[in-house]
């Protein structure tokens, strides 16, 4: 690499060997690496404007270019590789980023239904195969995982996430940078993570996309910074700032965020990626008066790298040359950035990444197939089975299957689906036929959307042509089961794609009750990428089974619940409401003044007056083909002080006739604090699985870390009092016990 004064022989730690670089870097070049272009064509937001690829090309030979993204596969990133290695100056490699958000180019289920797995060594082992493909493509970062809690399902990127609870968000976000890292980062098969988008944006008001937030300090530091901090405890790489303005200030700039809480308070090391032209958008905003001074509040905030907003490019020389902004604040965005290109091993070999045969072996191997496969079949929730209608027998049934979801090679994909090959995954259909034994047949009966959709695009859904539901009804006649597939199309889910309302979208809720009419042993298979409010169905439909967009092998893992060659042991990771107007309604809720109704039937209580106040499937819920009983609750002693932890165990007992897998779940509540505390909180889970009639003695530690909140002090720290601890197979039925923290 000519002009780069670095060696592979040197014995430097890698912060030397960036000081020595940064020494030799021109205030120019050094801008260069907080500047991130978008590829020539994909795009994942709002282009600046058209033609820019020219001056993209010679920003690179300027070495004025750190990072790109949206460029994939082997021959194009060795194209613009060897453009910054081999035509700039000091030919620093570029970083390489993608949104490998549940996959490359082979899917596992959206990250909300892998949530439902609650398998931690499950979604690390998912991530792990999807660095391993999308590093054999180029990829040496990934925009994940996506981090954001959220409680309001109107929010289309709710599907990208691991729903609405921190202690299961942040055990996930563990093993999703677990698996994308791994023990090395320098590793061909590692790429890194990014946590994202900090902060907040999963209470964008009334769950519109790039909404304003506005969020409580004790909500803040209870509910919605946990996973970030895991995440930086985890050894996250990099952070993603947001859209959103917090509190009245867009994160971007927002130097509470990035400054005072990452980078000093929690320690963060890496660099902080703004998102796609979040710099440039401080204007809209109305906090930045033009690109100038957008750039000044994004890099005294904190934000190291500007993606695809050229303001960073076009104003930060200027502002450091005009004394507004400190080259010191330069001098550290770029180590960051530096420290993780080395530590990539990019400095080492740039092209490490661009080998074409690994990529050709690589990509759709069978242990990725396989993984993915395992993924889907626990992210799978089986949320009512009436009569035991499943699992199916294997022969002498006919079975009707009804719904364009059934056919759908594509909306299993999800919306955030890298480079999967459109129409690639396994359908409902597909799957099932590999099961020979019984008689199958199909009818769409209506279409979900009309014309074609895209990722960028709105999409039009049908609520007019119902032409194909006479041929349902007359196929589901006189059939031992009916299989309805029904649920969302994928680019109704994810960025940009927020509703107002959560029923079945279009014609699907009247296809249904048609069929109802004439057949009500029915098996809703439900296809969607957020909660639904399908109360009709809960109340009328023996059979429903969660299967959210469920990725590339979603057909398989589909039929093989359905036969019950796996049991479902999938819990959701978001409350379903009955209706919108309970948005927001959580399990972690507080108990306020009034939480019970009068026994003299007055109207001053917390309520509701034309719903009831119970979610139509709580938190932690989903069902198993066998059953699960919960006694002989005990504590190791009911008072513990600080240093000194007890244990908490009970039997689990498989009542039922299958071999299961139980997600034990405890959650506890502090009964009167410094602030008011929810009613309960989840402080940890276990996977249990049980062969029928065995029991498990299953144990947890509790002790002063796991009960320790973000006080009216302002500081993270626990407080002697009460505490009822409850265990349980979701957040509703539990047995519980009490026990006090004291002095
Ligand atoms: C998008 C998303 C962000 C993604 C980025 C790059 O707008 O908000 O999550 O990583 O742009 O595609």
Known sequence: MPGLNTSKSMSETISKRVDSLLLQMSLREKVGQMNQYNGFWDVTGPLPSEGESVKKYKDLKDGLVGSMLNVTGVPEVMRLQKIAVEESRLGIPLIIGYDVIHGFKTLSPIPLAESASWDVDMIRKSAEVAATEAAACGINWTFAPMVDVSRDPRWGRVMEGAGEDPFLGSKIAIARIRGFQGEELSSINTIAACAKHFAGSGFSEAGKEYNTTDISESLLHNVVFPPFKAAVKAGVKTFMNGFNELNGIPTTGNAFLQRTILKENWGFKGFVVSDWCSIGEMIPHGYAKDKSAASNSAIQAGSDMDMESYCYIDNLEKLVLSGKVDEALINDAVKRILTVKFELGLFDNPYKYCDITREKKVVGNKVITETVLEMAKKSIVLLKNEGHLLPLRKKGLNIAVIGALAKDKDSPLGSWRAKATENSAVSVLEGLSAYKGNNVTYAKGISLIKGSATFVSELEINTTDRSGIKEAVSIAKNKDIVLMVLGEHAFQTGEGRSRTSLDLPGLQQELLEEVYKVNKNIVLVLMNGRPLTINWADQQIPAILEVWHLGSQSGNAIAQVLYGDYNPSGKLPITFPK???????????????????PSNDLVFWSHYSDQDNTPLYPFGYGLSYTSFKYDQLKLSRDAF????????????????????????????????????????ELKGFQLVSLNPGMSKQIEFTIDEELISFYTANQKWEAETGDFELM??????KTVSILFSFID
């Open 579 to 597: 209706s919108v107007g309970q948005i927001p309604v959580y399990y972690n809720h507080k108990n306020t003044g009034r939480p019970t109704k």
């Open 727 to 732: 265990i349980g197979g979701d957040s509703v």
């Open 641 to 680: 002080t600080k240093r000194e932890s007890i244990k908490v165990s009970v039997r689990l007992t498989n009542t039922g006739n299958y071999k299961g897998t139980e997600v034990v779940q405890m959650y506890i509540r502090d009964i009167f604090a410094s602030i008011t505390r929810p009613v309960k």
